[in-house]
């Protein structure tokens, strides 16, 4: 069985024909002969650049600059001797700040590329063999990596096979396979092609594998090499190369991970009041070295840095290019899958439509964060599949899948070597296994100090003496202080160690210090301290001793030179502090009203009154601790001793027994916002300040305006809307007040009178008033201030016509004597003054006339007379400009102006006194040409025809020309009214005729009545006879004088 054999490894050089032997079992192994290598066998060759070099003994650390930053820089230095190579361990961990830190100094020689061990040996080193250790296979897992290979197979256990066999592998495969009874049990079997044919080999039974491909030997023996060498993974080996000649000094520096140094301080108090401070610094040695005779240097800085991964290997993923399979051209496309498969890195956008799929969930993230988002696909090959992942933030992919397990435990092995064919970690693979050591690993300290510590510990170390000055003037260091110990120092490994740094005389005041916020009713014993040394001291825990006698303890932070600082130990019992606060706002306000919001600036104050007991027979300094607040100021900033960044310190002698009260104020500036509250009896702004404001906006109209009617129901007035804004203000407190009162003005609005504008805001016009204490029961009085203000340029303000039900509207004017004749809609504006128009088509008047063919044409003034009413209701007369629009073409009675193409305005001046009306007419003419013939004329109004017959405005043949024809024509006139009296009496006969016929025709000829009816039909006949006879001559008159008058008309032409 494979479970109970016993695998030996032999492994040996020689020629080509010479090979690896696997031996299956102990009790059949065979001696193998040591042949020489190919190395071996080669010609003696010049050495090369290349060459190894011998090792030397390691450089020792030689000096440590400590820093308070989690890391510390390290100088090793040393003699060497010609060629020589230096070997160094680093943790993992500290590859990265060795890669981006090292410096190297050889002082007569050269210095060879350096070479460290990758990132992850065992991993993705195996991988790259011909023969794939990482899993740890089994033997027949081995050999079924080496399918296609030649090998000689020595049997144990014959069988009917022959003792030995050479062959090509073809693979590994599993079978159940038992005895008659029993049941059955997995078998492996090699398959293996000899010249004769395949055979089917028992794994169990196989003593020996001889490989026959020398490369194939090489390639294990490498990989068993490197699972020797990395048993630890946690220390990577550097290896550092110098050439020269003759023995000379270098030097190794660099930054690694590091426990900070730490301070300790104490302080000694004598009788006499003296001082005295000492410090101790804290160091470990955390390494795996001993210090040996180490100069130490302590520094206190906090240097600025960045990270970067330098250690990781990183493979750029570039894109597949497709050949050109077609002769004619295809649309481009940009980007796509990086590699083949599912698997690929999609470098086109996630936009695109094929992968705004919803079965691919999207994540934020990516690579270190440099891709934002992510996807997943179909991951590895296999039955059951699996997804690939980009995960967020820390280049983590991540992959799930598995395959299927057959009988044949060896197919999914098969399948794994072909995931692998490549022999190379796919960058898949490779963060993959990042994202799973970053996770396992313990965290590092802050990497970003890294770049800066190497800097500076250069600078300390004096590996270049000459950047000294310039590191110091240029403020490298970040004002740091910097201990160098004395004697060099001796440190075993894991072992820490205190060095005294300083003891001086420290120049000090013992005070009692109070913060309620740490202790509400008794101060702490302290004293304030100053920096007795000339660098700045770290923060750190600090003892006290007075007369030999511990008191108490206390902390500092970060201290520079000549700096003072507090210190607290105790708490001092014998004093008592109690603290009441008062608030009120100031008597000075500032009040202005913009957009119906009422604003009030003031400043709240705020006084805190601390009552101080000192119960102690001795007098103390008492030094009080106040919270600044934001927005709140100092009334008397001189009262504070100090200001630090969160607090006041203010510093109260007291005596002993007395009893101390000290007050800080404090104003913090506010400017409260109201809103309008209605009241029972006014409408303003109610505050809890102790203020009633309230304002009243009224037109106040200008004496002057114009007024312009732009059609019947609707008239312009343009003026300045000049309006009084008063303020009214009421104090309802018992504290007489002063308000500066601020009237904001809009940019197109002007002040009328003396106030005058801030010099920094030109539209802000400010007031003091006075405002009196409230007295016990009496009812204040509002403190009232009016501004007028008007627009700067003239405003068009539209009325629209105002139906009136009763009499004109109520007024403290008496009403005019004609108020009863006001008409029942008209424009009413709150201006003061009331409007009606009225227009009248007055008759029109002929301004010049001629003949031609017939046609009398004429100009004539076409005449609109306008009447405005004005009623002045102000208490004041009033001067009205009222407008007068002159159509284009039109002109004002009287006048000779004709307005053109724009038209024009004439404006009239109406002076209306207080109350009273004023009429004020207009008449516009418009000339226009006019064509009538004589029927036309005849047919007009008989004065308007007079006018034209009488009028001087035509020439005296035109007059006559225009007589005879309207004569001719009157007379065709008369004509044809008696022909239709005429016709109308012969049809009045006609009719009668045939009634008293129809009649006649049923009567007997004996009676009466037939005789009446006979004689009057003998009239009648007589009488239409003579009619018909006198419109057969009226008809041949009529044509006559039609034909008398066309002709006159038609050669008519007079001017």
């Not at 990183?314 to 083949?340: K, Q």
Request: one cysteine or more; a neutral charge; glycine letters at 8%.
């Amino acid at each position: 069985m494979l479970k109970k054999t016993v695998v030996t490894l032999a492994i040996t050089a020689g020629a080509v024909s010479t090979g690896m032997y696997w031996l299956g079992n102990p009790s059949h192994a065979e001696p193998q002969k040591q042949l020489a290598s190919n190395s071996e066998a080669r010609e003696p060759r010049e050495p090369r650049q290349d060459d190894p070099l011998k090792a030397t003994a390691k450089l020792p650390i030689t000096q440590v600059v400590m820093f308070n930053s989690g890391v510390g820089y390290f100088q090793r230095s040393g003699p060497v001797d010609g060629d020589a190579r230096v070997e160094l361990l680093f943790p993992a961990s500290g590859i990265n700040d060795m890669i981006k830190t090292l410096v190297i100094s050889d002082s007569k020689g050269k210095i060879t590329p350096l070479r460290y061990d990758s990132q992850e040996p065992i991993e993705k080193t195996l991988k790259s063999f011909g023969i794939d250790l990482s899993g740890n296979p089994s033997y027949g897992q081995l050999i079924n990596q080496i399918r296609g290979e030649k090998v000689e197979v020595t049997m144990g256990n014959t069988g009917n096979l022959p003792a030995t066999m050479q062959g090509t592998i073809m693979g590994m495969e599993s079978q159940m396979r038992g005895e008659p009874g029993k049941p059955a049990t997995e078998k492996e079997f090699l398959n293996l092609l000899c010249s004769e044919g395949l055979r089917n080999i028992p794994l169990a039974d196989i003593q020996r594998v001889r490989f026959l491909n020398p490369v194939l030997e090489s390639e294990l023996k490498r990989a068993l090499e490197v699972v020797s060498i990395g048993h630890d993974s946690q220390k990577k080996t550097v290896r550092l190369g110098f050439r020269g000649e003759g023995k000379r000094d270098v030097k190794v520096s660099y930054v690694a991970e590091h426990p900070i140094w730490k301070t300790s301080y104490r302080i000694r108090l004598d009788k006499n009041g003296k001082a005295k401070m000492e410090s101790w610094a804290t160091v470990d040695n955390t390494s795996d070295e001993d210090w040996q005779d180490v100069k130490l240097v302590l520094v206190s800085s906090r240097p600025i840095s960045y990270q970067m991964d330098m250690y990781a290997p990183l493979n750029i993923p570039r894109p597949i290019v497709e050949p050109e399979l077609f002769a004619s051209l295809r649309p481009p496309t940009y980007g796509g899958p990086i590699a083949s498969g599912g698997n690929g890195i999609f470098t086109q956008p996630l936009t695109n439509p094929i992968y705004a799929n919803n079965s691919i969930p999207l994540q934020n993230g990516g690579i270190g964060g440099g891709i934002n988002g992510g996807f997943q696909g179909p991951g590895n090959p296999g039955g059951q599949g699996g997804q690939l992942g980009f995960g967020g933030g820390q280049m983590g992919f991540g992959t799930q899948g598995g395959f299927n397990l057959p009988a044949n435990k060896y197919q999914n092995f098969a399948n794994n070597e072909q995931a692998a064919a490549n022999g190379k970690l796919s960058y898949q693979e490779f963060a993959n296994r990042r994202l799973q050591d970053n996770n396992n690993k313990a965290a590092k300290p802050n990497q970003a100090e890294v770049q800066q510590a190497a800097q500076v510990g250069s600078i300390i170390s004096d590996v270049d003496p000459k950047l000294i000055e310039a590191a110091l003037a240029s403020s490298e260091l970040g004002n740091p202080s910097r201990f160098v110990v004395e004697e060099k120092i001796r440190l075993p490994r894991q072992q820490s160690a205190m060095i005294p740094l300083f003891d001086l005389p420290l120049e000090s005041e013992q005070v009692s210090i109070y913060n309620p916020r740490v202790q509400a009713k008794h101060p702490l014993n302290g004293l304030r301290i100053k920096n007795p040394t000339k660098q700045s001291l770290m923060q750190g825990p600090i003892s006290i001793v007075s007369d030999d006698q511990y008191v108490g303890e206390s902390r500092i932070q970060d201290l520079q030179p000549g700096e003072q600082r507090f210190v607290s130990y105790a708490v001092d019992v014998g004093v008592e502090i109690k603290p009441y606060d008062t608030v009120s706002p100031s008597p000075t306000m500032t009040v202005s009203v913009n957009n119906n919001q009422l604003s009030v600036g003031y400043r709240l104050r705020s006084t805190r009154t601390y009552a101080i007991k000192n119960n102690t027979p001795e007098d103390r300094v008492i030094i009080i601790e106040q919270a600044l607040r934001t927005g709140w100021q100092l009334v008397d900033e001189k009262s504070a001793l100090e200001t630090t960044r969160d607090l006041y310190r203010f510093k109260v002698p007291v005596k002993s027994g007395e009893l101390v009260k000290y007050e800080v104020k404090e104003e913090l500036p506010r400017i409260d916002p109201f809103a309008i509250t209605k009241h029972t009896n006014w409408n303003g702004f109610a505050t809890t300040l102790g203020l009633d404001v309230w304002t009243t906006n009224e037109r106040d109209p200008e004496e002057k305006f114009s007024v312009r009617v732009d059609n019947p129901n609707l008239i312009v007035v343009t003026h300045k809307d000049r309006r009084k804004v008063t303020y009214n203000i009421v104090n309802r407190s018992d504290v007489e007040r002063t308000i500066d009162l601020e009237h904001f003005l809009p940019a197109d609005r002007q002040i009328i009178g003396e106030m005058k504008p801030d010099p920094q805001n030109k539209l802000k016009f400010t007031t003091k008033l006075v405002l009196p204490a409230l007295k016990k029961d009496v009812e204040p009085k509002p403190v009232t201030f009016t501004v007028v203000e008007e627009n700067r340029d003239t405003i068009h303000e539209p009325f629209s016509l105002v139906g009136i039900t009763q009499r004109g509207p109520v007024s403290a004017v008496p009403a005019p004597a004609s108020v009863e004749d006001l008409p029942p809609a008209r424009f009413i504006t709150p201006l003061g003054i009331e409007v009606w128009h009225r227009t009248e088509v007055l008759p029109e008047t002929l301004v010049s006339g001629k003949f031609s063919k017939g046609l009398f044409d004429a100009s004539i003034h076409d005449r609109l007379k306008h009447v405005y009413t004005i009623r002045n209701t102000a208490a004041a007369a009033r001067t009205i400009m009222v407008e007068q629009i002159i159509p284009a073409g039109s002109s004002l009675a009287g006048t000779t102006q004709v307005a053109g193409q724009g038209g024009a305005r004439k404006e009239y001046v109406v002076a209306v006194d207080a109350g009273k009306i004023q009429v004020q007419d207009s008449i516009v003419e418009t000339k226009v040409k006019r064509s009538w013939t004589f029927e036309q004329l005849l047919a007009m109004p008989e004065e308007t025809l007079k006018s034209y017959t009488k009028s001087d405005k035509l020439a005296k043949n035109v007059q006559e020309a225009l007589e005879k024809g309207l004569g001719m024509l009157t007379a065709l006139r008369t004509l044809e009214a008696s022909l239709k009296e005429q016709a109308a009496a012969i049809k009045s006969i006609t009719e009668e005729q045939k009634r008293v016929t129809e009649a006649f025709e049923k009567l007997p000829n004996s009676t009466p009545l037939y005789k009446r009816y006979l004689e009057k039909l003998e009239k009648l006949e007589t009488s239409l006879e003579k009619s018909q006879s006198s419109v057969k001559e009226m008809e041949e008159s009529q044509k006559k004088q039609k034909a008398e008058y066309e002709a006159y008309v038609k050669k008519l032409t007079a001017e």
